[in-house]
Structures are given as structure tokens and as C-alpha cells.
């Protein structure tokens, strides 16, 4: 009977004093991630490299959620220059994401400290002790990915200030585990730092059944990397719009005697000639022509700069397309403003339709 799959109270629209409520129920809920942050709302915007420069970041600050720049493999000059021309553009906080593995990331941190950015999230990897003690000793907070239980214990030992778990479903380089699960594994552990949440989030109502579990407040990539304030190329932008959650795919590997890092982007011309490259550098290191180390390089090599030509050159067909499993959700090119309403209203609609069912059942 249709009243049993859909009753009233799901499919009336919210009063405003429901909203209202509603509202505010979403403020308490995520008010340790928003006051960590210094936003009206909990909602990061994942770094992501070629993407989160001065445009996306400040967009993202400027409608209330907190925009990361993407240092990448930027010089320390270079990234001076980011900071300051976001702040040109935003006078609200936004953060830097540093990757620990670059060869200057001492001068990066100093950089960032130096310019007065309050949060610092190093990705790649275990922090070095060094790098949070510093970051913190210079006043800024230090933000780190937690990819397991143990690690997460861990990194707070080590002193950072908040983390963010990341599921597979993300866009970019990934861990294995999806957030589903390691949402369960960490959030009911974890209370004395925020923790925010990340991977395969494309919907304010899936965001708020992560903050119901304990989440601080929730990372989103995939959704803004399209925003109409992304630099990214128009290809680069419709091959969002048109793809659906299947056709973000991981990298893929095909001796573990090379390891490939795991990638998870849109399926492509590239992504089958990875394959067919791997199938040949193995045919000429099992002949002798290559050693294993030559082999390993020569593997590593064939994504160089390819993230570049997919989101700056628009060759979406040979460059490396890095979508999370939400791009099936990306439905148009919307302003950062439009997308963040859109989180917060299924949120709260979310919240309504929760209190009409609680109201109904007395
Ligand atoms: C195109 C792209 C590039 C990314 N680059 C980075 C990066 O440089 N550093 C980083 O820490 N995370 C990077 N990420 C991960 C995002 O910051 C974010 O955690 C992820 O996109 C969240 O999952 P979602 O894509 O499902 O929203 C990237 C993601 C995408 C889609």
C-alpha cells in the first residue's frame, strides 16, 4: 500500500518552524567540527591538487565552509604567493594541505605560520613528530588523515588537533577500507579531538547519519572539484556531470611485484593503456632488458603529471580523471554557495522528517 512506503510525514514539506528546529538540532551536532574550523558550518573542502587554488578555496570560505589549498608539489615561494591571493579573495579562515613527503615541507610549514594560517592538514603518510610540533608550536592547528584505528590513536598521541577519516569511495590516492566501516572502527573511539569525515559524500542526509555516529563534520571533494568556481576544464567538468558512480574506478595492478599506488579516477583511454604498459614493462623485465628498480620507476612514471592534463589541458581521455564514487551525484556545474545550501537543506529536511517520525510514534 502506498501510505506504508510513503507516509505523510515524509513527503509534506517542512514548515519553517520545523526548519528552524531542524537547523538548529545540525548546528549542536556539528558545533565541535564548525568551532574547531571557525565556520558556520562543518564542511571541508578537500584538497585537491590542480584544483583547491585561490577560486575553489575562497569560494568554498566565503559560503560559510572551509576552503584547503592544495600545496601539491608547490615551491615555498609559490605557495606564499596561493596563500596571499586567497586571502585577497576571502577574509574568512580557510587551510593548507601540505603533502609530508615533499622535500621542503619545513619551509612549506614556515610559510603557512608566517602568513598566519590557522590549520595545517598534512596528507601522505605519518606525520613527522617534528613537523606537528612545529606547526603547533607556531600556532597553528594540524589536521591528519587517520586511514585505521590504530593509526588514529596514534596521530592523537602525537599531539594533532583533529582527524579526517577517509573511506575508498574517495576521489584521489585512497586507502583500502571504505568509510562505512572505518566510521564504525573510529568514530566511537575517538572523542577528544573532531574528527571529520570523508569519501563517497554526496548528500547532506548522508553527512548527518556521520555526524549522528559522532563525526565532527564531513570533507567533500568530488562534489566541489566541478563547482562552477573549479578552474578545472570544461572537460574536465562534463565528464563529472556525465559520470556515474561505477565509472569511478581504482587504479589497477598487475604484478605485486610493482606496486601501483592506488588511485581511484574516472575510467579512461589512460587507464587502459596503464594496464597495457604495465603488460609490457613486465615482458621486458622478466626478458632482462629492464631491472626490477628501472621497471618500478618506469611504472611510477607513466601517471607523471597526468592529473595536470585532465584537469588543466582537459585531455580527459589520457590524463588521470580523479573522481570519487559521489561524482555519480555531481548532476550539474552549480556555484560552491548552491552546493553547500543543497548539503545543508538535505540535512535538514533529513532532520525534519526524523522529529515528524519520533512526533508520529508519540
Ligand atoms: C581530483 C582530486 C584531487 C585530489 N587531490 C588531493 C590532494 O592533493 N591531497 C589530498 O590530501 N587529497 C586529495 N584528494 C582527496 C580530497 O581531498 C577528498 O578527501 C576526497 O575527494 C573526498 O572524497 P570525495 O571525492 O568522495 O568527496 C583529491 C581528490 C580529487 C577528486
Partial sequence: MMSEVLAPEQTEAPTEAERQRARRALDRLWQKGAEFLGTPYAILGGAM?????????????????????????????????????????????????????????????????????????????????????????????????????????????MGVDALVIEGAEAGGH?????????????????????????????????????????????????????????????????????????????????????????VRALSNAGGREFVAHQAEVIRRFQGGELTREEAQLDIEHFWAGALRRAVIDGDVERGSVMAGQSVGMVGSVQPVAQIIADLIDQAVVALVRQQRRMDADG
Fill in 49 to 157: 591538487s590542480w584544483l583547491s587554488e585561490r577560486h575553489l578555496v575562497s569560494a568554498i570560505s566565503n559560503a560559510g565552509g572551509f576552503g584547503v589549498i592544495a600545496c601539491g608539489a608547490m615551491e615555498p615561494a609559490r605557495l606564499a604567493e596561493e596563500i596571499a591571493a586567497t586571502r585577497a579573495m576571502t577574509d574568512r579562515p580557510f587551510g593548507v594541505n601540505l603533502i609530508t613527503m615533499h622535500p621542503q615541507l619545513d619551509e612549506l610549514v614556515e610559510v603557512c605560520l608566517q602568513a598566519g594560517v590557522g590549520h595545517i592538514v598534512l596528507a601522505g603518510g605519518i606525520p613527522p613528530g617534528a613537523a606537528i610540533k612545529r606547526i603547533k608550536d607556531g600556532g597553528a592547528k594540524v589536521i591528519a588523515f587517520a586511514p585505521a584505528f590504530v593509526l588514529a590513536k596514534r596521530l592523537v598521541r
Fill in 174 to 262: 585512497i586507502g583500502p577500507v571504505s568509510l562505512t566501516v572505518l566510521a564504525q572502527e573510529i568514530l566511537p573511539h575517538i572523542q577528544n579531538v573532531p574528527v571529520f569525515v570523508a569519501g563517497g559524500l554526496g548528500r547532506g542526509d548522508a553527512l548527518l547519519s556521520y555526524l549522528e555516529q559522532g563525526a565532527a563534520g564531513g570533507q567533500f571533494g568530488t562534489r566541489f572539484a566541478a563547482a562552477a568556481e573549479s578552474i578545472a576544464h570544461e572537460n574536465f567538468k562534463k565528464a563529472f556531470v556525465r559520470a556515474a558512480a561505477r565509472d569511478a574506478v581504482t587504479s589497477v595492478q598487475l604484478d605485486e611485484r610493482f606496486p601501483v599506488i592506488p
